[in-house]
């Protein structure tokens, strides 16, 4: 299973080699998220309409290794903005992919950039 | 290294072992203990609750790991037959030999059986052991198999007789109470207020017989009457003695111990026997010329015990005992504490009567009128923690002593606060945990909760009377180190689930933001506040979860039960079980077109799992089309109402249980709730739709049906309790609709209706008084508003596939129609299952 995990590798905004034309803002519900197909990566697109901002990160929970974390609710713990898990609620900061309530890996995240009605994410390959 | 042996692994037993090791020298001592029970020290105090749930377990004071972790050799099931004192050693039964510098008996005591004719029959049992309770429940249930009306007397109507009517009632049978004295609980209670108690108990059902002798027990091999007089008969099936303890003191008479006339070792304030290697503690302890039944003295004892064998020769018992007690028999309070009868040369009398009400309260206040010497109260014991710190206290007690016990008019408190308590006072008797203790444990930071203060102290560990005491006085601590105690749902609300329901309704707000912006602390929600709105949102808009579908927890968010590889399963609604041959075959084979494992649920449903998100439309839009719709299993909300097929087959059936099954799963399904709500109808009682075991449950009696509330399976199993007999149809569901509403007003988030209905400030009866008695003149409202929801249900899944917007959710990913390609399956016996965690 770690093989999975190996996929997804955070990216800072300066590595991104590649910005995937994902989908359209409206794709999105208002504070909530979905989920983007890269190549064989699935990443959690989140649009945090509170804050007025995106985020991006693996949609494998590493919990379990299950696709769950676009289905998740976010939010914020103590105003650091966060993915709450649905299978078992465990929760993940959407800056840093810390997990805040427990002590797992860190999740990969992602640089999300909007223009015009056009959701990108950056990659580094 | 000394060797000590323990007598009895009763309560009084096992808690001389665990305030031993607690103590610093206990590595210098091997402790033995023997109890000839099989199973290690049980809570006998709570001993009722093992016929409402049969956990055994629940019971125990330790497992049986923590005698070994401890170093303490635990001997169960095997009696100690002689004690030899000049070599030192016992002997067990099993004639094993054993040699000790130190012996504590604890024997304990054993029911008191009267000798009268007849007593060896059949069906008569003791009330002392899980054992005896195994047995009662054993013959009790073979006795309803054949007599569905059978009945069961208990002799005795001391407190612990009351308790074994209470198993009675559990039981199931009809329960008389048979006592010899003119009055129930004459130890404790005066004739007024055992006579309120009486006519609350025959109110809750309970047969009372005063004044008996029992000449005889009637019957060839098993008991079929009781006979009291020449024409004086009660038929019973069933008998319960409770008619007192005797000492367990055979082994001590056997070795030469003194020992009273009427039974018990005699000890003195040491603890110390006439031997001087041998001491007494519990209810074989004959101190001060008496035997102490409760629980808190034999504590005390174990403890005096333990620091008397350890050397601490200071340690004394208290000359005079505090015999008050408190507690919940049936669901009635009655507590007496200090002096309940006094003599009139000693003070005065206060009395406050309501038989309307079923209340007591009596209070004994010196000639001078400025202290409390004791007192007694039935029907409302809320008062007892405050009178009886007072009376322990000696404090001082307003001119007016009456106030004590009045109705407050304006709702002050004539005792003022917790916190006024000296630092000295005895807040938990059981573990002698004192109020300085308990405020201590906050102030020096072991404890920020009352869970912390009870791990840390065992404060409320007992009997656990005192814990609305210890809440009390946690709270008011923390308030005055500057914590504020949290009350609100999350860290974004400082609000209750009550509070947010008020608001809401008032302010009619129809978006989460709605409430969070005006109402919250200034974040963006969470997995706990959101899923709280928008379950709250609606019960008062009547909303679907398709509304604000990023609000809602993992299942409601796409109408399916999460599963553990992240597909769904579908559960469609098949209204109290019924179902066509043409659903079952349509089921059949949708669950085969789209390969889901398939299995009838726990609510005896159909239960099609392996969807994926792409899939779920798919599978809704064939179920639609076949007349099924949402079973909403996803849900906190009514999930199924179970039912037995009821007299339109069954030769015993009473009534339609099918026909009003399917109207009140019709009724009510949708509507969104605090948790979720099972529901049952039986048609006769033999119960086969185990009605008793849902939030709520209705059985076919002669003339209607009974309602039963506030059950439920899970973690902590519970009964459903009584709330109306012989009621017609629309009378359940006017007392339904109010039951439901109010709980889903003021129910805490993720609680159950037992759990609300247990912590309701006065329970059962409080749920009785606003559902049946409109006590609080809201019952309109809540059936208006209950209506409101029936009418505006809509199956949310229909909604949402003839809605485009509201099904883009359903993709797996947003940019392309593939499915997750992450899912693996393996085969399972002729089906499939996801690939198990690694």
């Given at each position: ?27 999105f ?31 494998v ?7 769950v974390l ?56 | 290294?000394k060797k ?34 099989p199973?290690p ?11 409402e ?6 019971l ?20 100690v ?22 012996l ?17 029959k ?6 002392r ?22 009945k ?9 007789g009351?308790?074994?009517?209470k ?7 009809e ?5 010899f ?7 404790q209670l ?5 006579q ?5 108990l025959?109110s ?8 008996k002798?029992?000449n ?11 006979e009291?007089?020449?024409?004086d008969?009660?038929?019973?099936d ?9 000492p367990r ?14 039974g018990?070792i ?7 026997t ?40 200071e ?32 003070g005065?009398?206060?009395?406050f009567?309501?038989?309307?009400e ?15 010497l ?18 322990l ?9 009456a106030?004590?016990?009045?109705p ?10 917790v ?8 807040v ?10 308990i ?15 009870v ?24 308030k ?5 105690v949290k ?8 609000l ?21 912006d ?43 039960n ?6 769904y ?6 209204p ?15 669950a ?10 726990g609510?005896v ?14 599978i ?40 009003f099954?399917?109207?009140?799963e019709?009724?009510?399904?949708g509507?969104?709730?605090?948790h ?43 009964h459903?309790e ?12 006017k ?7 109010f ?6 988030p993720?609680?159950?209706t ?6 309701l400030?006065?329970?059962?009866n ?17 059936e ?7 009418n505006k ?7 949402a ?16 129609k593939?499915d ?7 085969p ?11």
């Open positions: 299973m770690e093989t999975i995990l190996d996929t997804y590798k955070a990216t800072k905004i300066e590595a991104v080699n590649v910005w995937f034309k994902a989908a359209s803002v409206n794709d519900p208002a504070d909530g998220g979905a989920c983007v197909k890269y190549k064989n990566k699935q990443i959690a697109v989140f649009n945090f309409t509170r804050l007025g901002k995106w985020y991006a990160c693996q949609n929970c590493p919990h379990k290794m299950e696709m676009s289905r998740g609710m976010i939010g914020d713990d103590k105003g650091i903005p966060k993915v709450a898990c649905p299978l078992h609620k465990k929760t993940f900061s959407l800056e840093s992919g810390e997990n805040l309530n427990g002590d797992l890996g860190a999740i990969a995240t992602y640089p999300v950039k909007v223009e015009g009605n056009d959701v990108y994410i950056g990659f580094s390959e | 290294m000590i042996i323990v007598v009895g692994n009763g309560m009084v037993g096992y808690k001389f072992c665990e305030k031993f090791v607690a103590q610093e020298n206990a590595e210098n001592f091997k402790i033995i203990i023997f109890g000839e029970e199973r020290a049980y809570d006998r105090v709570h001993l009722s609750e093992f016929f749930n049969q956990n055994a377990k629940a125990e004071m330790a497992p049986a790991t923590w005698y070994a972790d401890n170093g303490i050799e635990l001997i169960t099931g095997e009696r037959a002689d004690i030899n004192r000049t070599e030192k050693t016992i002997t067990t039964a099993k004639d094993r030999e054993f040699a000790y510098d130190y504590v008996m604890a024997t304990g005591s054993s029911p008191f059986v009267p000798p009268i004719k007849g007593v060896e059949e069906g008569v049992f003791v009330y052991t899980i054992e005896d309770l195994e047995g009662m429940l054993a013959y009790a249930a073979k006795l309803k198999a054949e007599k569905p009306n059978a069961a007397a208990v002799l005795g109507g001391g407190l612990l009351l308790e074994a009517g198993a009675v009632l559990d039981m199931g049978l329960p008389h109470i048979v006592e004295a003119p009055k129930l609980m004459p130890r005066d004739t007024r207020s055992s309120v108690l009486k006519l609350k025959e809750i059902g309970l047969n009372i017989h005063l004044s002798a029992t005889q027990i009637l019957g060839d091999k098993f008991i079929t009457g009781m009291f007089g020449e024409d008969i009660l038929n019973v069933m008998l319960i003695i409770s008619a007192g303890i005797r003191d055979e082994l001590a008479k056997a070795c030469g111990l003194d020992v009273g006339v009427r018990g005699v000890v003195d304030d040491t603890m110390k006439s031997d001087d290697n041998i001491y007494a503690i519990g209810e074989i302890a004959l101190y001060n010329q008496m035997i102490y039944g409760l629980v808190a003295p034999g504590y005390d004892m174990a403890e005096v015990a333990v620091q008397q064998v350890l050397g601490n020769s340690v004394k018992m208290a000359e005079e005992i505090d015999m008050s007690t408190k507690l919940k028999l049936i669901g009635v309070d009655v507590a007496s504490f200090g002096e309940p009868f006094m003599p009139a040369s000693k005065h009398s206060i009395i009567e309501n038989k309307t079923y209340l007591y309260k009596r209070i004994n206040v010196s000639l001078d009128g400025k202290s409390l004791g007192g007694i109260l039935v029907g409302d014991a809320s008062d007892y923690n405050m009178l009886h710190q007072m009376y206290n000696d404090m001082k007690i307003p001119e007016n002593a106030q004590l016990i009045l407050a008019s304006d709702g002050a408190s004539a005792f003022g606060d916190t006024d308590l000296p630092d000295e006072a005895q938990c008797s059981c573990e002698s945990v004192t109020k300085g203790q405020c201590a444990a906050i102030e020096n930071g072991e404890a920020t909760d009352v869970a912390g203060v791990s840390c102290t065992k404060a409320g560990t007992g009997c656990g009377g005192c814990k609305p005491m210890v809440t009390d006085l946690t709270n008011a601590t923390l005055s180190l500057g914590i504020t009350e609100g749902v999350c860290e974004h609300f400082d209750s689930r009550q509070d947010l329901y008020q608001i809401i309704k008032v302010k009619g707000y129809t978006t989460f933001n709605e409430v969070l005006n109402h919250g602390n200034g974040g963006h929600g969470c997995e706990l506040c959101k899923p709280l709105v928008a379950s709250l949102m609606a019960t008062i808009n009547a909303d679907t979860a398709n509304k604000e579908y990023a609000i809602q927890d993992s299942n409601d968010r796409f109408l399916a999460i599963q553990r590889n992240g597909t399963s579908v559960v469609p609604r098949v109290g079980g019924e179902i066509t041959p043409d659903k079952l075959i349509a089921l059949g084979e949708i085969k077109k789209y390969d889901l494992y398939t299995k009838i649920t609510g449903r159909i239960d099609l799992f392996g969807a994926t998100l792409n899939q779920l439309p798919l809704w839009k064939e179920l639609i089309s076949h007349g099924f719709e949402s079973g909403h299993a996803y849900g906190k909300s009514l999930r199924t109402v179970k039912t037995c097929v009821g007299s339109t087959w069954c030769r015993y059936g009473m009534d339609e249980s099918v026909s099954g399917i109207e009140l019709n009724r009510y399904r509507i969104r709730a605090p979720k709500i099972k529901g049952g109808v039986s048609g006769c009682i033999r119960e086969c739709a185990e009605a008793r075991g849902k939030d709520f449950g209705l059985i076919a009696v002669e003339g209607g049906w009974n309602l039963y509330v506030g059950g439920n399976g899970g973690a902590t199993p519970r459903a009584l709330l109306a007999e012989q009621i017609d149809n629309e009378t359940v569901i007392y339904l609709d109010r039951y439901l509403m709980y889903m007003r003021t129910a805490k993720l609680q159950r037992a759990a609300w209905q247990e912590r400030e006065g329970g059962l409080y749920v009785k008084e606003v559902v049946i008695e409109d006590k609080l003149g809201i019952a309109e409202d809540l208006k508003e209950m209506q409101t929801l029936v249900f809509e199956c949310e899944w229909t909604q596939v003839n809605n485009p917007e509201m099904m883009k959710r359903f993709n797996h990913f947003v940019n392309s593939d997750d390609d992450n899912l693996v399956f393996v399972m016996r002729e089906q499939k299952m996801p690939e198990p965690w690694k």
